[in-house]
Nanobody, 121 residues
């Protein structure tokens, strides 16, 4: 019923920048919080940043001042602008959406398939 698709990952040198996008589509009434998480090899999936429909944001300490999350509610899309990238930012980045379904008004949580970000010289 709902699809969540990320894009924008890739290979970048340390100190570089990338912009991730995530679009949710399908039978959506509204979306509450959207967020980005990342999963590095051998580690748990960790929160990177979240943003509510009203624009309130939270960030992991490790990315504060370097990453910026934003969203376009009309497009059901969330973005992650990543600057001053470090090798330790290398991970698969996943988008998450807390969706209210159109037909039932039930809340469901959806994940994208992930996009690889590699920071290396």
């Amino acid at each position: 019923q709902v699809q969540v698709v990320e894009s924008g990952g890739g290979l970048v040198q340390p100190g570089g920048s990338l912009r991730l996008s995530c679009a949710a589509s399908g039978r959506i009434f509204s979306i509450n919080t959207m967020g980005w998480y990342r999963h590095a090899p051998g580690e748990e999936r960790d929160l990177v940043a979240t943003i509510t429909s009203g624009g309130w944001t939270t960030y992991a300490d490790s990315v504060k001042g370097r990453f910026t999350i934003s969203r376009d509610n009309a497009k059901n899309t969330v973005y992650l602008e990543m600057n001053s990238l470090k090798p330790e930012d290398t991970a698969v980045y996943y988008c998450n959406a807390d969706v209210v379904l159109l037909t039932t008004r039930f809340r469901r949580n959806y994940w994208g398939q992930g996009t690889q970000v590699t920071v290396s010289s």
